[in-house]
């Protein structure tokens, strides 16, 4: 049996511990060396006293505790009267119902974060004796320790921990599986689809599940034990994308909620289409994003053009850049439609219809600046209005085919090379011809003016002008 009461001591400065009579009084002792160990395993220390105080004589690691010592645990480290502590940080991922369970001859203490959860230290001599206790562990990271005193005798010590695994007991979930990635193969069309480990110790199986981008429903692939798998064909024209999410099941039968979802694009895509004209060069300049799958290899670049009499997506060229410039457009109000595919290293190009698709992200429909001038002046005509001159501009084009908005009627002095503007403004739309007159107040003091007219239309394009038409006021 061990000694009944024993006086504390000082070693090195360190204050060691007092057992009184099965009570053992834990006091500051030296820090354990600095070990490290891989996860999951226990770092163990050997002490030379039953108060796990002063510097260690052995640090080492321990993936089990399950020891039988019939003389020295270690170097340096007595038959009786020694001590051994194990403690190791672990994850329990979503935590949930645990069995503690440790068997010793002598002392043997089990702590959950600092807490005692099983207690028994008392001298046993030869003779082992075992206690298990069910308890709930909280989601995430804990430390465990196990302290154990051999006094005398065998040196016995077991400890295990397991999750019980009975649907009676545990309704706790699974975390959701984490660091899910997928890769794409464009020679044989398959997804592969692979995950990080699951951190629950009571996993069963995870299963594998997709559906395509825009639908709600979720079909499952597979059930599998193993963190990757590959997924068939399903969509062998490559157009489709669809997400992908992996859920973790435990023993007792519950299920996680799916991992954060992962979309896969058998075709890269571009993912928007930008562009503008430029009223100098003429030219269209494109810009997308570029695309930084492991797959990708060019872009090609169409604009919907007349050909033969019809609109077709006529290619202008390829690049592995983001950008495209064309070649000169003329300015002419009209809309031009451009397209940006993308292929794959597998000779897979992004899908290409026919026809114009507004909600394409990789189609721009764009505007061109209208630079046409109406082609032809109109008509002037001068009278005379009250305190000045009256002029008249008249257009005789019918009203279906009319390329102008508006008439501008200017003025100057003879002699002089500046014009004024004497009208700016629409004509009525429902006449015809279409006409417009002002009547222009000017001083009844013999000088002389010129007049001519011309059309503009909406982008501001103006036709060629009217004959000039000149008038002199009368003296006073």
Known sequence: MH??????????????????????????????????????????????????????????????????????PASGVPSNNFSVRWSVMRDFGSGGPFRFAASATDGVRVYLDGVRKIDLWKGTGDTARSKSVNL??????????????????AAKVKYTYAPRTSATYDKTKPLAPIGVKTSYNTTSRKTTVSWSANREMDLASYSLYRRPVGSGTWTRVTTTTSRSHTDPAVNPDDRTPFYYEVRARDKAGNSSSGSRDTIVRPLPIVSSLTGSYDRATGKVSLKWPLNTETHFDHYTVLSNDEVDGSYAWVPLGTTKGNTWTTDPITPDGEFRHYRVLVTNDGGTTTYNPHWLDATASNELWLGIPDGTAPAHAPDLALSTCTNGVGATVTDNTPAPIRDFTGFEIERREVGTDTWSVALHGPFDPRRTPATASVCDPLPADGRSYEYRARSYDAAGNYSPSSAVHGVTRPAR
């Open 136 to 153: 709930t562990v909280p989601a995430g990271k804990h430390t465990l320790r196990v302290d154990y005193v051999n006094w005398t005798g």
């Open 3 to 72: 000694q009944k009461s024993l006086l504390a001591a000082r070693t090195g400065g360190a204050l060691s511990a007092v057992v009184f009579g099965s009570l053992l009084v834990a006091t500051p002792h030296a820090a354990a060396a600095d070990v490290a160990c891989s996860t999951n395993v226990y770092k163990r220390t050997f002490y030379k006293n039953t108060s796990f105080s002063g510097s260690p004589a052995k640090t080492d690691c321990d993936g089990v505790i399950s020891q039988s010592w019939s003389g020295s």
